[in-house]
C-alpha cells in the first residue's frame, strides 16, 4: 500500500525536507507520496509528517489560525508517526523558554513532556555543524547542522534521548514521535529520512 | 540538501574548534543559506523600536530588520543613510526570540564588523544607505554573519553571490509603497533564469560563457545556477511592499518570502497590516484567505505610495553596476 507523507507547509525549509523524504523512499524501494500540508484537510490524509526547520512563533500562529493546529494534534496523538525538525521539535513540546527573553506565550502542540530551551547555542553566528551519534537508531555518525538550535533542558521520564551535544539533549524520541534540534534535510546524509519513512511503513503493514 | 554552487572553501568566515572528540565548523555555505532556507515562506519586517519588533513577531514576523529611519523616512530626511545605533538593535535583541538582521552600507567592511560584534543574525548590505564604496561590495566570505543583498537582475544577483551573500532579494524601489518595481525585477531574474535554463539543456557552452561575461561573472556560477535552473540561494521580494495583496503577488511569481520596509510601519493601522501581511504571505494561494486578509486593513490608511518615475532619489541604482 502506498504511504502518504506530508511536510507541514506552513513556513520553513518544506522542500528540502521534500527531497530528502523522496531520495528516502526511492532508496528504500518504498512505494509513497510526498505532498505539502497545510490545511487540516490536507494533514488528516496523512500516514506520517515532518514539521520542518522554520520559526516557531510563525509556525505556531499560523496553524492555529487556519484550523491545522488542532487536527495536528489529534493526528499524533492518535499515532500519526512525526518527525519534528528544529522549530518543529519546539512545537511538539509543552513548554518553551528562549535563552535570552524567558519563557514564551507561543502556541504549541503539547504532544511531548518536554522544556525546551530556543537559540540554546546562541545567535545565528555561533550556528555549528558537528558529527553526532544516533546509536539506538543505528545511526553512529551523523553530520548534525545546528541553525540558531534549540535543546531539550528538561525532560519527561518517559522520554528515549537519541542524541547529545556537549550534555545538552539534541535529538528524542518517545514511541512515534521523533524530536531533533538539528537539519537531517541540509545535509546529503538521509539515513534519518530512511529511519522516519521506514517507521512510518512498518506501521502501515 | 542544500545547492551549495559557487561556495569557497577557503572561505575566511568559516572557523573550526576542536571539541572534546569530534571538530565544530561555523561560518560554512550550509550554516548560512541554511539560515536564510528557514526564513521562507515569512515575512521580514523593517522595524525602528521595541515596540514595533514585538508588534512584528507577535504578527507573526520571520525576522526584524533593524533601522534607524524607514526608507521612507530615509527619503525624506536626504543626507546620509547610516546603519542603525547598535544600543536601539542590542535592546530589539534583548526583546524578541525570532531573529534579528541590521542594515550596513554597501561597501562598509567596518559597519558590518560592527553589527558582526553585536551579534545580529544577518546582515544586509543595503541599497536603502548611502553607498560607502560605488565600485567595491563587501566580500563575505570574510564573516561568520550571514550576508542579504539586493538585486535587480540575474547578473546583480549572482555577483553577490560570488561576494559571499547568502541570500538575495529584489531590490524593487524603496520606501515608495510601490509594488512596480520589486514585480519588474523579479520577473527578469526568473526570465534570466529561464534563458539560461534553456542554453544550458541545449548544450550550447560558447553561449554559457557569453552570458557570464555579459553577467560580470564566472563560467561555474552560471552553469551551476542554470543546471539548478533558480539561484542558489533564497531570494525573497522587496521595495514598496505595502499591502496582504502585494505580498501574495510576489509569492505567485515564485519568491521564497517577503521583506516589508516602510509598508507597515508606516501607515496607520501597523498592528492589522503586520498580521494581514504574514496571513498573505502564508495563505497566497488561497484566494479567500488573501480577500481575508485584505480586508483586515484599510487602504484609507497605506502609506502614501509614490510614483517611480519622478523620484529624485532612485535607491535600486544604487551599487548596480558593481
Request: charged letters at 25%; a negative charge; one cysteine or more.
Given at each position: 500500500?502506498?504511504?502518504?507523507?506530508?511536510?507541514?507547509?506552513?513556513?520553513?525549509?518544506?522542500?528540502?525536507?521534500?527531497?530528502?523524504?523522496?531520495?528516502?523512499?526511492?532508496?528504500?524501494?518504498?512505494?509513497?507520496?510526498?505532498?505539502?500540508?497545510?490545511?487540516?484537510?490536507?494533514?488528516?490524509?496523512?500516514?506520517?509528517?515532518?514539521?520542518?526547520?522554520?520559526?516557531?512563533?510563525?509556525?505556531?500562529?499560523?496553524?492555529?489560525?487556519?484550523?491545522?493546529?488542532?487536527?495536528?494534534?489529534?493526528?499524533?496523538?492518535?499515532?500519526?508517526?512525526?518527525?519534528?525538525?528544529?522549530?518543529?521539535?519546539?512545537?511538539?513540546?509543552?513548554?518553551?523558554?528562549?535563552?535570552?527573553?524567558?519563557?514564551?506565550?507561543?502556541?504549541?502542540?503539547?504532544?511531548?513532556?518536554?522544556?525546551?530551551?530556543?537559540?540554546?547555542?546562541?545567535?545565528?553566528?555561533?550556528?555549528?555543524?558537528?558529527?553526532?551519534?544516533?546509536?539506538?537508531?543505528?545511526?553512529?555518525?551523523?553530520?548534525?547542522?545546528?541553525?540558531?538550535?534549540?535543546?531539550?533542558?528538561?525532560?519527561?521520564?518517559?522520554?528515549?534521548?537519541?542524541?547529545?551535544?556537549?550534555?545538552?539533549?539534541?535529538?528524542?524520541?518517545?514511541?512515534?514521535?521523533?524530536?531533533?534540534?538539528?537539519?537531517?534535510?541540509?545535509?546529503?546524509?538521509?539515513?534519518?529520512?530512511?529511519?522516519?519513512?521506514?517507521?512510518?511503513?512498518?506501521?502501515?503493514? | 540538501?542544500?545547492?551549495?554552487?559557487?561556495?569557497?572553501?577557503?572561505?575566511?568566515?568559516?572557523?573550526?574548534?576542536?571539541?572534546?572528540?569530534?571538530?565544530?565548523?561555523?561560518?560554512?555555505?550550509?550554516?548560512?543559506?541554511?539560515?536564510?532556507?528557514?526564513?521562507?515562506?515569512?515575512?521580514?519586517?523593517?522595524?525602528?523600536?521595541?515596540?514595533?519588533?514585538?508588534?512584528?513577531?507577535?504578527?507573526?514576523?520571520?525576522?526584524?530588520?533593524?533601522?534607524?529611519?524607514?526608507?521612507?523616512?530615509?527619503?525624506?530626511?536626504?543626507?546620509?543613510?547610516?546603519?542603525?545605533?547598535?544600543?536601539?538593535?542590542?535592546?530589539?535583541?534583548?526583546?524578541?526570540?525570532?531573529?534579528?538582521?541590521?542594515?550596513?552600507?554597501?561597501?562598509?567592511?567596518?559597519?558590518?564588523?560592527?553589527?558582526?560584534?553585536?551579534?545580529?543574525?544577518?546582515?544586509?548590505?543595503?541599497?536603502?544607505?548611502?553607498?560607502?564604496?560605488?565600485?567595491?561590495?563587501?566580500?563575505?566570505?570574510?564573516?561568520?554573519?550571514?550576508?542579504?543583498?539586493?538585486?535587480?537582475?540575474?547578473?546583480?544577483?549572482?555577483?553577490?553571490?560570488?561576494?559571499?551573500?547568502?541570500?538575495?532579494?529584489?531590490?524593487?524601489?524603496?520606501?515608495?509603497?510601490?509594488?512596480?518595481?520589486?514585480?519588474?525585477?523579479?520577473?527578469?531574474?526568473?526570465?534570466?533564469?529561464?534563458?539560461?535554463?534553456?542554453?544550458?539543456?541545449?548544450?550550447?557552452?560558447?553561449?554559457?560563457?557569453?552570458?557570464?561575461?555579459?553577467?560580470?561573472?564566472?563560467?561555474?556560477?552560471?552553469?551551476?545556477?542554470?543546471?539548478?535552473?533558480?539561484?542558489?540561494?533564497?531570494?525573497?521580494?522587496?521595495?514598496?511592499?505595502a499591502t496582504p495583496a502585494d505580498a501574495?503577488?510576489?509569492?505567485?511569481?515564485?519568491?521564497?518570502?517577503?521583506?516589508?520596509?516602510?509598508g507597515?510601519?508606516?501607515?496607520?493601522?501597523?498592528?492589522?497590516?503586520?498580521?494581514?501581511i504574514?496571513?498573505?504571505?502564508?495563505?497566497?494561494?488561497?484566494?479567500?484567505?488573501?480577500?481575508?486578509?485584505q480586508?483586515?486593513i484599510?487602504?484609507?490608511?497605506s502609506?502614501?505610495?509614490?510614483?517611480?518615475?519622478?523620484?529624485?532619489?532612485?535607491?535600486?541604482?544604487?551599487?548596480?553596476?558593481?
Amino acid at each position: 500500500m502506498s504511504l502518504t507523507i506530508g511536510v507541514l507547509s506552513i513556513q520553513g525549509d518544506v522542500q528540502e525536507n521534500f527531497l530528502s523524504t523522496k531520495s528516502a523512499l526511492d532508496e528504500l524501494g518504498i512505494d509513497g507520496t510526498i505532498i505539502d500540508a497545510k490545511t487540516p484537510d490536507e494533514i488528516s490524509q496523512l500516514d506520517g509528517l515532518i514539521i520542518p526547520g522554520g520559526e516557531s512563533t510563525t509556525i505556531g500562529q499560523l496553524s492555529l489560525v487556519n484550523g491545522s493546529l488542532k487536527v495536528l494534534k489529534e493526528k499524533i496523538e492518535s499515532g500519526m508517526p512525526v518527525l519534528g525538525i528544529c522549530a518543529g521539535m519546539i512545537m511538539l513540546s509543552n513548554t518553551a523558554n528562549d535563552k535570552i527573553v524567558g519563557k514564551t506565550d507561543q502556541p504549541l502542540l503539547d504532544i511531548l513532556d518536554i522544556t525546551l530551551e530556543r537559540n540554546s547555542f546562541g545567535r545565528q553566528r555561533e550556528s555549528f555543524e558537528t558529527e553526532i551519534s544516533m546509536d539506538s537508531i543505528n545511526i553512529p555518525k551523523f553530520n548534525g547542522v545546528f541553525i540558531r538550535a534549540p535543546s531539550v533542558s528538561d525532560i519527561g521520564s518517559d522520554i528515549e534521548i537519541l542524541a547529545k551535544y556537549n550534555d545538552k539533549i539534541v535529538a528524542i524520541k518517545k514511541g512515534n514521535v521523533i524530536g531533533t534540534a538539528f537539519h537531517p534535510e541540509l545535509v546529503e546524509d538521509i539515513s534519518l529520512h530512511k529511519y522516519f519513512v521506514n517507521l512510518i511503513s512498518s506501521l502501515q503493514n | 540538501m542544500l545547492p551549495l554552487s559557487g561556495e569557497r572553501l577557503d572561505a575566511k568566515g568559516i572557523v573550526s574548534e576542536k571539541n572534546n572528540s569530534s571538530d565544530i565548523f561555523r561560518g560554512t555555505s550550509t550554516l548560512k543559506r541554511g539560515f536564510a532556507h528557514m526564513l521562507k515562506n515569512g515575512v521580514v519586517m523593517d522595524v525602528t523600536t521595541v515596540e514595533q519588533a514585538q508588534i512584528a513577531e507577535e504578527a507573526g514576523a520571520v525576522s526584524v530588520m533593524v533601522l534607524d529611519k524607514l526608507p521612507s523616512e530615509v527619503r525624506k530626511a536626504g543626507g546620509v543613510a547610516r546603519t542603525a545605533s547598535i544600543r536601539i538593535i542590542e535592546d530589539i535583541m534583548d526583546s524578541v526570540t525570532i531573529p534579528v538582521m541590521a542594515k550596513c552600507r554597501i561597501g562598509h567592511v567596518n559597519e558590518a564588523q560592527v553589527l558582526k560584534e553585536t551579534d545580529v543574525d544577518m546582515i544586509d548590505e543595503s541599497e536603502v544607505l548611502t553607498p560607502a564604496d560605488e565600485l567595491r561590495h563587501i566580500w563575505k566570505w570574510d564573516f561568520t554573519t550571514p550576508f542579504v543583498n539586493g538585486a535587480r537582475s540575474l547578473a546583480e544577483a549572482l555577483r553577490r553571490i560570488e561576494e559571499g551573500a547568502a541570500m538575495i532579494r529584489t531590490k524593487g524601489e524603496p520606501g515608495t509603497g510601490n509594488v512596480a518595481e520589486a514585480i519588474k525585477h523579479i520577473k527578469k531574474v526568473n526570465d534570466e533564469l529561464r534563458t539560461i535554463k534553456s542554453i544550458y539543456d541545449s548544450g550550447d557552452n560558447q553561449d554559457l560563457v557569453r552570458m557570464a561575461r555579459e553577467f560580470k561573472v564566472s563560467y561555474d556560477i552560471v552553469e551551476q545556477t542554470a543546471k539548478l535552473g533558480r539561484l542558489p540561494v533564497v531570494n525573497f521580494a522587496a521595495g514598496g511592499i505595502a499591502t496582504p495583496a502585494d505580498a501574495a503577488y510576489l509569492m505567485s511569481l515564485g519568491c521564497d518570502g517577503i521583506f516589508v520596509g516602510s509598508g507597515i510601519f508606516n501607515s496607520d493601522d501597523a498592528k492589522e497590516r503586520a498580521r494581514a501581511i504574514v496571513l498573505a504571505t502564508t495563505f497566497w494561494n488561497e484566494s479567500d484567505k488573501v480577500k481575508e486578509a485584505q480586508k483586515m486593513i484599510d487602504e484609507r490608511q497605506s502609506m502614501l505610495g509614490l510614483d517611480v518615475n519622478t523620484l529624485e532619489l532612485r535607491m535600486q541604482d544604487r551599487g548596480g553596476s558593481a
